[in-house]
């Protein structure tokens, strides 16, 4: 299998808090790898290194080796590490004053993209991609993004972020602000997206990372305690926090 990203001695900081402490992992191209953990172990931090928003905060700081493919993430401007490695958050975020194809279009029209023709395609792709363009495409310069349902705003979150054509996408709990229906239909969707990009996907439900992900990792406090197959991680750990989380000992 090719990787996609390989993490090596990741450390980050807030201020002099050290909140990851030398994260080594290899994330496999076209699969899902699942990062999971008890609350304030790391997991958002860890995956906000991948693609530099840990440095948007001011007090933030990260030192370490993160490659996509040939690429050093952090020897490149950031806002190029964003093209290739996309982002959707735990809580939908489309821009509220903008249509729904606006919401697709904003990455494009930022990089400099003006043909309306191109403008078209992409975000109908971008959209049959999320699983979304049935639903919207009678509406989708009529009503802003932030008039859909919450499973719509995320799917159309994640559709801005193909739009881009990214060779990664990063999801931190993408499915926790949403109700059961949705719920499935984003866990569809990353099995179609596997077939394209990979995923790297923070979750606080261990069903669902035993569902979509092919690998898992199991952080705390800071450290990565064990990263293997999903099924050696919820069936036969090799170490005994990470059973004793998986079997609700803690967490």
């Not at 899902?32 to 906000?48: D, E, L, M, Y």
């Not at 499973?151 to 931190?172: F, K, S, T, W, Y």
Request: with cysteine; hydrophobic share 40%; charged share 25%.
């Amino acid at each position: 299998m090719a990787t996609a990203v390989e993490v090596r001695d990741l450390k980050a900081w807030f201020g002099k808090t050290e909140a990851l402490h030398g994260i080594n992992m290899a994330v496999e191209q076209n699969h899902a790898t699942a990062v999971i953990g008890p609350s304030g172990c790391g997991k958002s931090t860890f995956i906000r290194c991948l693609n530099r928003m840990h440095e948007t905060n001011p007090v933030a700081r990260a030192e370490g080796d993160v490659k996509v493919g040939d690429m050093d993430i952090y020897s490149m401007p950031a806002v190029e590490v964003r093209r290739k490695i996309g982002m959707v958050f735990q809580k939908p975020n489309p821009f509220p004053s903008m249509s729904i194809y606006d919401n697709v279009a904003a990455g494009l029209k930022l990089n400099g993209t003006r043909n309306h023709k191109d403008l078209d395609q992409v975000v109908e792709r971008s959209l049959q991609q999320a699983a979304l363009w049935d639903e919207v495409k009678d509406t989708l310069k009529k009503k802003s993004g932030a008039s859909l349902s919450g499973g719509q705003q995320q799917r159309l979150c994640i559709a801005r972020a193909l739009a881009v054509n990214p060779e990664v996408m990063l999801m931190d709990e993408p499915c926790s602000a949403l109700d059961p229906i949705s719920t499935a239909k984003i866990e569809d969707l990353i099995f179609e997206l596997k077939q394209r990009l990979t995923i790297v996907i923070v979750t606080h439900n261990m069903q669902q990372a035993s569902r979509v992900a092919e690998f898992t990792g199991f952080f705390l406090m800071g450290n990565l305690v064990e990263f293997d197959r999903t099924e050696k991680i919820f069936t036969n750990p090799s170490d005994k926090r990470t059973e004793d989380y998986i079997t609700g000992r803690f967490g």
